[in-house]
């Protein structure tokens, strides 16, 4: 399935918007304004044509049926994804006072490494760094914000990987595009009628059977936190995932808090110290208020002080205000 089977249910200058690769993230707020993403930069986008709820119901439903999912009064949130990548993400009445809110999240390009580097996104000595860690088996985390690239910069740093491992990659939703031959992709899904909930956790449990050489955790949400820090420290190396924080350092005490969610009869100064020994190193992206995307951190995980109760870490790049 494609935008092509749901497209003509929008409205014509939202098909457009819709199909503008200059636009990574289209935003309906209900009737009441549309507005994008523009390499980087939030704006908005006039519509001559007022979106009505009727409208934006019938595209929504479209979109839910085609998927095998449904929106109603009593299921007033969707969070699905098209096989072209496009991720949808839609909450409805009566939680949506002014009609239907709809976001839409596209990968219209995946960037390498190479290219990452020459937009002064990425320094290269980080892009060599991270890359020598990841080829000696070294576990890692990718954090920052919503839309500050993580996982664009986790896709070009995938690409580095040698291409005769086995790869398990589980998301939730999936929108990845890993271009190894032996990646099995799995994506965890909610539970809707007729179909019972596959947790991330579920998933991880089941990638230990399938023989990888890597596990990829696209983003880590909840308590499947814990599963990942075990199957880290039982011998399963080169394991890359990301992780909402605002800062390098805050990424591994999210990470801590996400592990003991799952298990919070566990003391927690030995969750942290686990969390040190699974962790070698930490990115931090951010988007700044020009709308540039940048590694702003790394750092590596060098153990955890039990008398301090502190993650012991080594600043391995910190970028100025200024400049990357």
């Known amino acids: 399935m494609s935008w092509d089977l749901v497209l003509g249910f929008f409205p014509e200058e939202v098909q457009r918007l819709i199909l503008d690769t200059t636009i990574s993230d289209l935003m309906i707020n209900g009737t009441t304004g549309v ?25 929504t439903l479209q979109i839910a049926r085609k998927l095998g999912q449904n929106l109603s009064d009593q299921n007033p949130v969707l969070n699905t994804r098209l096989p072209d990548g496009s991720r949808v993400a839609v909450v409805g009445p009566p939680a949506s006072i002014n009609g239907i809110t709809m976001t839409i999240r596209k990968f219209n390009h995946w960037y390498t490494s190479d290219q990452l580097i020459a937009s002064g996104s990425l320094p290269v000595s980080v892009r060599d760094f991270v890359i020598q860690m990841m080829l000696e088996k070294k576990n890692g985390i990718i954090s920052g ?16 990987i040698p291409q005769q491992e086995r790869l ?29 909930a596959i947790t991330p956790s579920q998933l991880l449990a089941a990638a230990l059977r399938h023989r990888p050489d890597r596990i990829i955790m ?7 936190g814990y599963d990942l820090l075990q199957a880290m420290n039982t011998g399963h190396g080169g394991t890359l995932s990301t992780i909402h924080a605002k800062s390098a350092w805050d990424a591994l005490n999210r990470l801590s808090d996400l592990a003991l969610s799952a298990r919070p009869n566990l003391n927690h100064a030995f969750v942290r110290s686990e969390t040190a020994e699974a962790i070698d190193f930490v990115l931090y992206c951010e988007r700044d208020h ?13 153990g955890y002080a039990h008398s301090e109760q502190s993650f012991e870490t080594e600043d391995i790049y910190r970028a100025s205000s200024a400049t990357v």
């Open 168 to 196: 398990i990659v589980i998301e939730q939703p999936a929108e990845l595009k890993v271009a190894h031959s032996n990646a099995v992709r799995w994506e965890a899904v909610e539970a809707i009628p007729g179909q019972v």
């Open 145 to 160: 914000g919503t839309g500050s690239g993580k996982t664009t910069l986790m896709k070009a740093l995938l690409d580095h």
């Open 218 to 224: 696209g983003e880590i949400r909840d308590e499947c």
């Open 290 to 302: 020009t709308g540039r995307r940048r590694v702003r951190e790394l750092i590596a995980v060098t």
């Open 35 to 59: 507005f994008a993403d523009r390499n980087g930069v939030l704006e908005q986008i006039p519509i001559s044509c007022a979106l009505t709820t009727d409208t934006l119901l019938a595209a």
